[in-house]
């Protein structure tokens, strides 16, 4: 027995398990379309900095002797120029920015309100949930885009950062919905009948133990819904609610670029090409993350 004591492996020399969170990036990294859609979200948002930022040409330089010239290395427009001669390769990654940031930022917006009200709906519950639940039934009554146009249209702002706050203020419908479910879910759980037990407030109950518990589901939607903004954000330039000039984006180019399809298609083909990169690559992302997070996946 004591020789067995002391052949005994030690206690240290055990390897610890992986955490929970560790398993699922584990998953997530060897999901190989998901790594994909990072490199090529991450190459994209690094190029739209640096191309504007290194060339020799702006976004609204006019150059009358380069007007609708097509693409050539040799003349130093990759991508050609538009009805103004200017550099469409330095307009379409320019754009990136403002498309991204719309994505990005809209969706925070989104994940922020939806968090806050599908919480507060879910944990107090009765009448309270009752209210803020038929609220969202009315709104969801809107088509979301038609909704998102009259507000452009009603305020009459320019501003890029309405668009962000008109996309946002619309899209946290459905992540409201999300949260409240998961918020029912949590309240019962036996850390919360704790805190209820020793008396905490309920502001702290709430900040504390529910919405941390229940922003891990929604992250999924939160990617799906990054392009599903950018598309929008496309739709309102192409209908000249969105961004304006000087200012571009991916939807404002391929609104310009349809009014010359026949005689410069380059105008056309460039932004919508990485306008369809970008979103496969978010959906591929959120498929990843959809995988490594279900709790059924081994």
């Known amino acids: 027995m004591t020789e067995q004591i ?11 398990g992986k955490s929970p969170g560790r398993r699922a990036l584990d998953r997530f990294m060897r999901n190989r379309m998901a790594m994909g859609g990072v490199v090529v979200i991450a190459i994209i948002a690094i190029l739209s900095f640096l191309v504007p930022a290194l060339s020799p040409h702006d976004i609204v330089e006019v150059n ?51 968090v806050v009200y599908g919480s507060i709906s879910g944990f107090f519950g009765g009448r309270v949930d ?6 969202c039934d009315v709104i969801y ?4 885009l038609f909704f998102i146009v009259i507000l452009v249209t009603v305020f009459r702002a320019k501003n890029i950062f309405f668009v962000f706050m008109c996309i946002g203020a619309v899209e946290w419908l459905t992540m409201a919905r999300i949260v409240r479910g ?18 905490l407030p309920r502001s702290k109950i709430l900040t504390r133990y529910i919405i ?14 990054i392009p599903v903004n950018i598309l929008i954000e496309s ?4 209908l000249g609610l969105g961004v304006q000039e000087p200012l571009t984006s991916w939807g404002l180019l391929i609104a310009q670029g349809s009014t010359e399809l026949a005689g410069a298609p380059w105008l056309l083909i460039f932004p919508a090409f990485f306008l369809t990169v970008t979103l496969f690559a978010f959906n591929f992302i959120g498929d990843g993350l959809r995988d490594a997070l279900d709790p059924r996946d081994r």
Not at 130 to 135: E, Q, S
Request: proline content about 6%; hydrophobic content about 50%; glycine content about 8%.
């Open 130 to 135: 009752a209210v803020m639940m038929r609220i």
């Open 182 to 199: 998961q918020t029912l879910s949590v309240k019962r759980k036996e850390y919360v009948e704790s805190a209820w037990a020793i008396g």
């Open 6 to 16: 002391i052949n005994a492996p030690a206690l240290d020399a055990v390897p610890p």
């Open 141 to 144: 009554a809107l088509p979301t």
């Open 235 to 238: 739709y309102l330039s192409f």
């Open 212 to 225: 941390p518990n229940v922003t891990g589901a929604v992250i999924v939607y939160v990617t799906l819904l």
């Open 64 to 114: 009358w002797s380069h007007v609708l010239s097509p693409p050539s290395f040799s003349s130093g427009f990759w991508f050609g120029t538009d009805v103004n001669g200017r550099d469409l390769m330095v307009r379409t990654f320019y754009a990136g920015r403002i498309s991204l940031a719309i994505g990005l930022l809209a969706t925070a917006i989104a994940f922020v309100i939806g």
